[in-house]
């Protein structure tokens, strides 16, 4: 049985840092490119960055770079998210997303953890 298993979302005040990981079990990891989303109440789902299978090569989303950095360890079967600096508007819910490097259709979703950044 493939989990996905997001932690360290809290509430943070702005200008603050919080370190996500999602913890893979059930996959060889190590086949997975792995991506961060982020969904706010009534926005879309918007992908926040992602990485592929073998920790090489990162991509991120224009709101967030500079401030974010994607991670992985595949001995840990981990993908992290350090986010610094952050502002009300990184309040959202985070989802890790693994997707086959091969088989892009097999992909697989966490269950969130909650960021707010608030005052």
């Known amino acids: 049985q493939v989990q996905l298993v997001e932690s360290g979302g809290a509430l943070v005040q702005p200008g603050g840092s919080l370190r996500l990981s999602c913890a893979a079990s059930?996959?060889?990891?190590?086949?997975?490119?792995m991506k961060w989303y982020r969904q706010a109440p009534g926005k879309e789902r918007e992908l926040v960055a992602d990485i592929n299978s073998a920790g090489s090569s990162t991509n991120y989303a224009d709101s967030v770079k500079g401030r974010f950095t994607i991670s992985r360890d595949n001995a840990k079967n981990t993908v992290y998210l350090q986010m610094n600096n952050l502002t009300p508007d990184d309040t959202a819910g985070y989802y890790c997303n693994a997707v086959h490097s091969t088989w892009l259709s097999r992909t697989y979703w966490g269950q969130g953890t909650q960021v707010t950044v608030s005052s």
């Open positions: 059930g996959v060889t990891f190590s086949w997975y490119a």
